[in-house]
């Protein structure tokens, strides 16, 4: 099984550049979610979707987007790179929000914004 | 809103030995869920261990166990027999349960764990 899949890897952009972060799962999950992880700090949580068509805000949603169109799809974008931007994302599911099951983790996309 | 704390930025344990890495949480909920996580240099979150709230008894998996004590709000991993493969990041984190959750995890800042061969 894939899993959650998460594309790039590794990108570096320049300040004021858009991209997105693109995230997959094929494991039908329901909820889905990005995190940013910075030094010395745990995992914040950018935007959240309880299901297709539905997205929400986490505790630091400033400078993102987020469409969730599928079950299966949800792109992060970043609208404007800022060097505050510069951190690793990670993109995860769980089959529903408030089900206590784990949410299971792409590999993460290292972003550096000069 | 709810907090993780994790008051251990790093510990170092021998290889064989046991250790405990702590965890404090905040809530005003009676049904969560709490969940440790490992992250080794590889950058993978990988789930070592989850607790329910409303079950008593304490979850085990293997060499890794909790000591879950819901009065005082406190979520300690205890590893036994060190491995050097155990080397990693522990993040302690914490989910709502049913009629929440749908704003995920809360993570506490890590705990940097060290084996010493």
């Known amino acids: 099984n894939a899993g959650v899949t998460q594309t790039p890897k590794f990108q570096v952009l320049k300040t004021g550049q858009s991209m997105t972060l693109q995230c997959a799962q094929d494991m039908n999950h329901e909820y889905m979610s990005w995190y940013r992880q910075d030094p010395g700090m745990g995992l914040r949580l950018i935007h959240y979707s309880v299901g297709a068509g539905i997205t929400d805000q986490g505790e630091v949603p400033n400078g993102y987007n987020v469409s969730r169109s599928t079950t299966e799809d949800f792109p992060l974008r970043l609208l404007s790179a800022a060097p505050s931007q ?3 994302y ?3 599911s769980s089959s529903r929000a408030g089900s206590g099951q784990p949410q299971h983790f792409g590999d993460g ?3 550096s914004i000069l | 809103a709810q907090t ?3 008051s251990q930025p790093e510990m170092s344990v021998q290889e064989a030995e046991t250790v405990t890495l702590s965890c404090t949480y905040d ?3 009676s049904d969560y869920y709490l969940f440790w996580y490992k992250q080794p240099p590889s950058r993978q979150m990988i789930l070592v261990i989850r607790q329910e709230a409303y079950k008593q008894q304490n979850a085990t998996e293997n060499r890794f166990s909790v000591n879950f ?3 005082a709000k406190s979520f300690s991993l205890k590893i036994s027999d060190s491995q050097l493969g155990d080397a990693a990041m522990y993040f302690c984190a914490y989910r709502s349960g049913a009629g929440g959750g749908a704003d995920g995890l809360t993570f506490g800042k890590g705990t940097h764990l060290i084996i010493q061969p």
């Open chain 1, 86 to 88: 510069t951190s690793v």
């Open chain 1, 90 to 92: 990670f993109c995860a």
């Open chain 1, 109 to 111: 996309t290292r972003l």
């Open chain 2, 4 to 6: 993780v704390t994790q």
């Open chain 2, 27 to 29: 809530t005003s909920e």
């Open chain 2, 69 to 71: 004590q819901k009065a």
